[in-house]
C-alpha cells in the first residue's frame, strides 16, 4: 500500500511533478482529486462554456433520492457506477450536463430512528415531547448523522453538482410540496374521503401499497408480530357457524362460514353467497344471528361469492377487508370498525373483548365459539399475508378518513407517454410492466400519521364554540398554501366572517413518495419556472435498479404532466438487482451483505464480524451469517479501490435479472488497474524528456504496426460511442478492457521495443506520437468508469499546448468523427493473418516450455499475397513470436527446413517449423508424449464406440450429438499433433545417437 503524503489543502491541485510509485495503489490514486474536481466546477453545467468542444444539447437528471437515514449498499453503488459513467460521458461529449443531488427525509425510517435515540439516551417517548419540540429532535439529528451517505457518493466518485444539493426538508421543496397538494385539490385530483386504507399498528400509521411486503404462506406457519410475546399462526383456515335467525335447535339450519381472521366476526355485518349456490337457496332473505354482539346480519346474495372457495358462504367485514368494503357499498352495509389504531379490539366488540390485542382476542373468540357449539374445525390453508416492509408488523385494513389522489387519469397518461414513444424504457421488456402496474393502480392515499414530514396543508372548519364533530363526520376541510389563505377559503364559503371559524390544521403528513414524486421538478425550482427549470425539463434521464420503480416513477411522471404541463422524462434504465456470487439475494441474515467501503477500503474478517455481532439480528441468525463469512472471506476483502468497483459493477450486464457480484471481479478489475498504471509508466519512459504531442488529427503513421494500433483505437471508440447510446455499459467496458490489454499492451508495446532501442529517430518521432495518442485516448476512453485513475495518469502526460483541457473529466470524448482517418480495415485484416502465427508459435513455446530460449522459425507460405504481408510484419512477427530469427519460405521443396523442427499448420495457407535441435531433451518429451498419445487413442475409442450404440442413435437429441461429434474431431486433431511431435522427438533421438524406443 502506498500512500500519497505531500501536504495537500482541500482543494487544491494534486501535485504529480514526482515519479509514479512501483505500482499502482488505490489509496495513493484516490486522494485529493475529488476536492480539486469540485472547486473547479467541473461538475457545474456552467462549466461548458470553457469547452471548445460544447454542444448545444443538455444532458440531466437527478439522482434517485437516497432516505437521509441511510448509507451505501451494493445496490446504491450500481446505481451511482452507471449514472456516472453516464455524465461523465456526456460533459466529456461537450453537453451542457447537471446531476442534481439529494435526499428524501424518509418520513417513517427517520422517525423510528429518532424515537429509538432518546429512547435509548432520555428514556423518552415521542409523546413525551410536543411536536415542535420533537421536529427539533429529528432536525438535530439530520445535521449530525444525516449526510453520512454524501460523503459515500464523493467516495464514490459521483461528480454531481454539490452547489444544487436538494433536501425534500428544505424551505424550498416544501413550498414547492405545498403548491402541488394546493393545485392537485383545485384541480379536483385530490379529495378526502372515509375509505379502507393499509395500517400498521406498531407504526401507527397507514402506509403505501409499495410498502406492503406480501407473503406468500403454505400452510399453517408461526410467525413473531411486534408488540405481541410469542408467535402467532398464520395459514390456518377456521370454520364456524352462523345460526339462522328462528330456527335455534334446528339441524341443518345454520350456515357456517371459513375465515383466516377470526377476531374480525365481531365486524360481521351479513353473510353472503352466491345467488345460484343451491345449498343456499332456501336461505335468500333470510337472517343469522351473531352469538356475540345480537345483531340479526341479512343474508345476501352477489355474484362474485365464489361458490368453491371455503364453505361457499363468506363472512362481510366491510371495514376490515378491502373485498367486503366493496361489498358493503354495493349492498348498503353499515360499517363497523373493531380494530383499533394500536391493534387492539373496539367497544363494538363488548367489554370482554375492549383493548384486547387482536391476536389474543383471536384465541378468545375461538374459545367462545366452541364454548356455543359453533366452532366447525380448524384445517391448513395457502394464504397470502400482508406485511409492513418497515415494521413486520401484520397489516390491518383501517377504516379511515385520508387525503387520496385520483390516479386513474394520471396513469392513463403514463401509458400514453411510453405508447407514443416519449418515455422509452431500457430494457424495453419492462414497458409491459409499466403497462400492467398502471392498469392496476388505484387511488393513492397520501395520508401519514407521523410528525416528520411535510404537514398537510388542510384545514377542518368548525363555528366558533361549536363542538368537535368526530372523526365518523368529519366536517368541513378546505385546503390553503397558509393559513390565512384557508380561512378567507372558508369564510367565503360559509359566509361568515372570518372571526366565526376555527381551523385546526390536519395533523398528518404527506406520505413521503409525494414528495419525492416531486424531486426531479422540485429540484429545479418549480414551481417557478425560471433557470434550472426552464433549462433542464423536462430533459432528464432516471436510473435505478430498486423494486420501487414502477410507484416511483409512475408518481413522477403523472404530478409532472399534472403540474407542469410536460412529462418530465425521456428515458428510464432499469438496471439488475445485485445479488452475492452464489445468486442469493443480499441479505444481513446470510452474512452476504457487502458494504461498498469495505470493497474500497479493505477490511478484515474479524471486523466484518464484528461489524454482525453488533447488529440487531437473533444469534442464531448471527451464527449463520458468520458461518458464511468465514467461508466467502476467509482473508477478509483486500482494498480494491473505487475505480475497480465501478468498473466491475459495470462490466455486468445490467440490463438482465440480476447480477451476481462476487468480489473477485472487483479484484480483477484492480488488477486492470494495475496493468494500465505500468502501460503508463512504459510511456512516459519511452516518450522522454522534451516530448511535444500533436493532435491526434494530425497523426499519420507510416508503420503498419502504427496504423494496426490506431485502427483498433478507432474501433474501439467506435464501439463504446454505439454501446454507449444503448445503455450497454458492459459492453463498453469490454471493449476497452480488451484494447487495453490484448491490443495495446500484450501486442502494441510488445512490438515496439526493438524499435525503441534502436531509436532510429525518424521510426522513434513516429512511434513515440502513436504511442501518446493511445495513450492519451485510450485513458479518456477509461474515464467514465475509472475517474481517479485516469486523471493520475493523464495528468502526467505531456501537454499539447496551454489550451489543453485542466483534467481529463472535462476533456472531449474520444468520436470516430475525429479520428476517421486511422479506420484502416485492411491493415487489421493483415494483422490477423500475422496473429495466426503469433499464437501458433507461442503455443508450441508453451507445450515444450520454451521460457527463456528463443528458437529459430521457419514460416512456410507458398502464397504471393499472404507472404507479402507477412514479409511486411517481419520484425513484428519476429518480436511477438519470441523467435531468435525468423525465416520466411516461398514453400518447403528445395528449402526444407532442419530435421529437428516441429511442424503445426498455422492457418490454410501457411506451415510453421520451429527449431528445437538442442532446446529439448527428445527422451524426455517421448516420456510425456507417449503416455498421452496412449491416452488420446482411449479416449477416441471410446467415444466412437459409444457413437456406434443404439441408445445414441434412438435417445440422443441432435444438439448433443453435434457436441459429441465436435469432441472426436477436437481428439482427432490432437492425436495427429501429438503423432506428429513423437515422430519428430523420434528421430532427433536417432541424429543425438539416443534410443528413440526407449520411455523408461
Known sequence: MVLYKIPTVAGQKKDTSGPLPTSYSPHYVESAW????????????????????????????????PNVTGSLHLGHALTVAIEDALVRWKRMQGY????????????????AVVERKIWKEQGALRQDFTRDEFLQEVWNWKEEKGNEIFQQLKVMGASLDWDRVCFTMDSGFSQAVTEAFVQLYEQGMLYRERRLVNWSCALRSAISDIEVENRQLQGRTELSVPGFQGKVPFGVLVTFAYEVEGEAGRIGEELPVATTRPETMLGDVAVAVHP????????????????????????????????????GAVKVTPAHSHADYELGRRHSLPFVSVIAED???????????????????????????????????????????????????????????????QCEEMARWALEAVESGYLKFTPKFHEKNWRTWLLNTSDWCISRQLWWGHQIPAYRVTL??????????????????????????????????????????????????????LFPFAALGWPQKTGDFQQFYPNSLLETGSDLLFFWVARMVMLGKQLTGELPFSQVFLHSMVRDAHGRKMSKSLGNVIDPLDVIHGVSLQVLQEKLQKSSLDPREVAIAMEGQRRDFPQGIPACGTDALRFALCSYCAQGDSINLDVAAVENASRFCNKVWNALKFTLAALGEGF??????????????????????????????????????????????????CDFCDVYLESIKPILRNRDPDRLLSTRQTLYSCVDLALRLLSPFMPFVTEELWQRLPRMDSRSPLSICVARYPTTEHLTHWHNPEEEANFLLVQDIIKTVRSLRATYQLTKVRPTVYLVCPELVPRGVYEKYREPLQTLSLAGSLRLLPDSEGTEPPAGCVAVKANSHADIFVDLEGLVDPQK???????????????????????????????V????????QQKISLLHSELKRTEQAIATFQKMAVRQGLSPDRTE
Open 464 to 517: 366558533s364554540g361549536s363542538p368537535d364533530l368526530g372523526e365518523e363526520n368529519d366536517g368541513l376541510w378546505v385546503v390553503g398554501r397558509t393559513e390565512a389563505e384557508a380561512r378567507r377559503k372558508a369564510a367565503a364559503m360559509l359566509q361568515k366572517s372570518e372571526e366565526d371559524l376555527k381551523l385546526v390544521r390536519d395533523a398528518d403528513v404527506l406520505d413521503t413518495w409525494f414528495s419525492s414524486g
Open 957 to 964: 437429441s441432435p444438439k448433443a450429438k453435434s457436441y459429441h
Open 34 to 65: 475529488y476536492a480539486w474536481w469540485v472547486k473547479e466546477g467541473f461538475f457545474k453545467p456552467e462549466y461548458q462554456h470553457q469547452l471548445p468542444h460544447q454542444k448545444p444539447e443538455t444532458f440531466s437528471l437527478s439522482i434517485p433520492p
Open 692 to 741: 511535444t504531442p500533436v493532435d491526434p488529427e494530425e497523426v499519420y503513421p507510416s508503420s503498419p504496426m502504427d496504423r494496426w494500433i490506431l485502427s483498433r483505437l478507432y474501433h474501439t471508440a467506435e464501439d463504446c460511442a454505439r454501446k454507449f447510446e444503448e445503455f450497454e455499459l458492459h459492453s463498453v467496458t469490454s471493449s476497452i478492457h480488451l484494447f487495453w490489454l
Open 925 to 955: 518429451e517421448l516420456l510425456k508424449l507417449m503416455p498421452r498419445q496412449q491416452k488420446l487413442e482411449r479416449q477416441l475409442a471410446g467415444l466412437t464406440v459409444q457413437a456406434q450404440g443404439t441408445r445414441y442413435q434412438e435417445q
Open 96 to 111: 451542457k450536463v447537471l446531476w442534481v443531488p439529494g435526499s428524501d427525509h424518509a418520513g417513517i425510517a427517520t422517525q
Open 343 to 405: 391493534g387492539t379490539m373496539t367497544a363494538e366488540c363488548g367489554e370482554w373483548l375492549q383493548g384486547l390485542n387482536r391476536f389474543l382476542a383471536r384465541e378468545k373468540v375461538l374459545a367462545a365459539l366452541k364454548e356455543r357449539g359453533l366452532y366447525r374445525g380448524t384445517k391448513e390453508h395457502p394464504m397470502v399475508l400482508p406485511l409492513c416492509s418497515r415494521s413486520r408488523d401484520v397489516i390491518e385494513n383501517l377504516l379511515k378518513n385520508q387525503w387520496f389522489v
Open 276 to 311: 345460484d349456490d343451491p345449498r343456499y337457496t332456501h336461505l335468500h332473505g333470510k337472517r343469522l344471528c351473531h352469538p356475540f354482539t345480537g345483531r340479526l346480519l341479512p343474508i345476501i346474495t352477489d355474484p362474485m361469492v365464489e361458490q368453491d372457495v371455503g364453505t
